[in-house]
């Protein structure tokens, strides 16, 4: 995807942009304010994180000295994003949006195709952008999951060591008889070479 050249006369007024939904998603548009250099027609976009108070007003405020734009910027929130591109790499970017759409990290988003200028001056656009925010649901199902496999995992030592336990016994016994037989061999072979000492002893006696 080519960024394009921004000109007043090239840009119409943002159109909403559609993003299919998927399951266990919830999509959420709204307009946000981005700088030029940050906005790709139909790009999709990842947050990275979004801007703590102090953070946020020292960044408006560097941004718009004179309070054209944002005014107020308690109003604003500031969201770092990787932006997605046909091209090679993935800029990082800043989407700033008056509460409009509800982003939080690791939240994607996509741009709309059109934009149109909130402040030629500052090469600021405005923009519409479907959010794409990942339902709890599957945070939900991925502990279950890990909930099962711990479960099973405590199943399997159990009975291993249940079996082993058995092993252990078993080959006890096994060692208790195999004695056992060893000295019932031994006693016999004792009584026999007594027996052939008596009679060595009547015959040359």
Do not use: C
């Not at 402040?119 to 990942?134: H, I």
């Not at 995992?153 to 056992?180: I, S």
């Amino acid at each position: 995807m080519k960024k394009g050249t921004l000109a007043a006369t090239a840009l119409a007024v943002g159109a909403g942009a559609t993003a299919g939904s998927t399951a266990a998603q919830e999509n959420d548009e709204g307009e946000v304010v981005v700088h030029a250099h940050d906005y790709y027609p139909e790009a999709t976009f990842e947050v990275l994180t979004e801007f703590d108070t102090p953070t946020r007003d020292s960044f408006l405020e560097n941004l718009d000295e004179d309070g054209d734009v944002f005014d107020d910027p308690a109003d604003w929130n500031v969201h770092a994003v990787r932006i997605e591109t046909d091209g090679d790499g993935s800029p990082l970017g800043y989407v700033m949006e008056e509460e409009t759409l509800n982003l939080s990290e690791g939240d994607g988003g996509s741009f709309a195709e059109t934009a149109s200028f909130r402040s030629p001056a500052m090469n600021l656009l405005e923009v519409d952008a479907t959010a794409e925010e990942v339902d709890d649901e599957d945070d939900e199902v991925d502990d279950e999951d890990d909930e099962m496999n711990d479960e099973v995992d405590d199943e399997d030592d159990e009975m291993n060591d249940e079996v082993d336990d058995e092993d252990d016994e078993m080959n006890d016994e096994v060692d208790d008889e195999d004695d056992e037989m060893n000295d019932e061999v031994d006693d016999e072979e004792n009584d026999n070479n007594n027996n052939n000492n008596d009679n060595d002893d009547g015959i040359f006696g």
